[in-house]
């Protein structure tokens, strides 16, 4: 998928909002981010099978 | 008959300048309270009227209850005088971060969207406070339901740095932190979700202290992202700090991360005793420094050294993704958070603020699993690396409060890159859970504070807050004060 059609496809995840173009253009910079920086963690984030999880359990004690 | 009527129980205030009085920390102001040579009233009256001359300058709270402060000392007063003293909270004048529901005040999160709106019940934190008869003095200002760094991003303005007017006090509890510094109070209550007490608490030179995730209950406040939220604190000094703690720790069936605790008494069991303490420096994470506030960490190493703690040099390459996952984290919870505002009040949240939720709006689940399993690596080689030292020890930010006209680029701290950039080292702590301290350890050439973060493994708060206490026990930077506090 090209770049252009990546951040448009993100774009149609914002329910039809109306949006001004300096939004627009700030929101579609922030996204090309966000390509970039998920790439970045993807090897990373191999390094481990677990997700996680920082709620603790109700019972436990310290 | 009103025992406050009798001579035997009649008030016994001592002479005091009032700057005298909101000099005093919470300590001492509690114990002279205590004993009846202070009343509540005269300090609210104090800290009230210190407010009204330096709100203005530093627009450091949205809302001010003078009425109900003043009935609440006078309350305090005489249940004293009865005998029925509650905690070393009664009679003190507090603060709290605009965040935390409170019944019958506005409560705005520092948006338009709720400037009007008056909860029906108290959040968990101003129930305990209540309950420990601390008054609060009222709702201090922050970015908007605590989504930035800065305190700017505020539909009621941007906070000002009381050590400079022009620079940011930091954010998101920047009100609370600028109250505290200013000595509007000894104590105030904010949250953190990515550094929003300890960054606050460098820039404005005092102690900002984040427990371990779960300790204090998030009942009642707004949610920036469920699984980095924290209650957190603000004082002069750490064993302020601890008598805040104790009085608003403890379990709460309400918030699912809520800890059970037997004995939540940080207060007295605070010890200047760091002989052993293995402290850790991840020195790859300092370079791009700036050199003063390098400087002032080394010597607050010095100072540890001093003391009889072992130095330990760390490499954790991990945190070099920490400001990524913790950044990713909170974009997606809080778009998930504000689904329904998001669509109805787009334009009604601070531009900056409701771009960011766009941008969370547009993150897959499957990346946020990614992020969460990077996230959960850099747990792991903090679980080692805590086998290793006691705390972790770094400059809080790498310089000192920005000039509020740099904007949103003025938090200076923030990578959106993998690297050994020092802002990792602030936002691995709330990502993680782990309790985390800023206390001022100098100050440099321009007059403004630098903060040193004390890091602990997962409910090693004490073992924190020790080391603080420890480090104030033996130097003197908690002592100084903006100019705006000799008003």
Known sequence: MKDTDKVAHRLALLEGLSLSPDDLEAIATEIEDLERVVAELEEFSQGTPWIALQLQPADKKI | MDCAATPACRQKDLIMAPADILELNLADLSRLIAARELSSSVAVRAALTRLELLNDKLNAFITVLPEQALADAKKADEEIARG??????HGVPVSI??????????TTGGSRILAAWVPETD???????????????GKTNLDEFGHGGTSTLSHFGPVHNPWHLERIAGGSSGGSAAAVASCIGPLSYGTETGSSVRRPASYCGIVGFKPTFGIISRHGSFRGAWSQDHV???????KDIALGLDAVAGFDLRDPASVRQENPAYASRLEAKVRGLRVGVLRRFLEGVDPAVRHAFD???????????????????EISYAAVPSMMTSAAESAGINRRWFREHYHDFVPHVSRGLAVGMTITASEYLTVQRARHRIRQALQAAFKTVDIIASPTTSRVAPLLSEGLKGNGDDTRHASYNQSNLLRYPSMLGLPGCSLPCGINPEGLPIGLQLVGGWFADQTVLNAAFAYQSSTDWHTRRPAQAKT
Do not use: N
């Open chain 2, 84 to 89: 029925h003293y509650r905690s070393p909270l």
């Open chain 2, 97 to 106: 971060k605009d965040m935390f529901e409170m019944a019958g005040v506005r």
């Open chain 2, 123 to 137: 959040a968990a934190l101003v129930e305990r406070l209540r309950a420990a008869g601390a008054i609060i003095l």
């Open chain 2, 232 to 238: 957190g604190l603000f004082a002069r000094s750490v």
């Open chain 2, 299 to 317: 010597d607050a190493l010095k100072v540890f050294a001093g003391l009889g703690s072992d130095g330990v040099d760390l490499d954790v390459p």
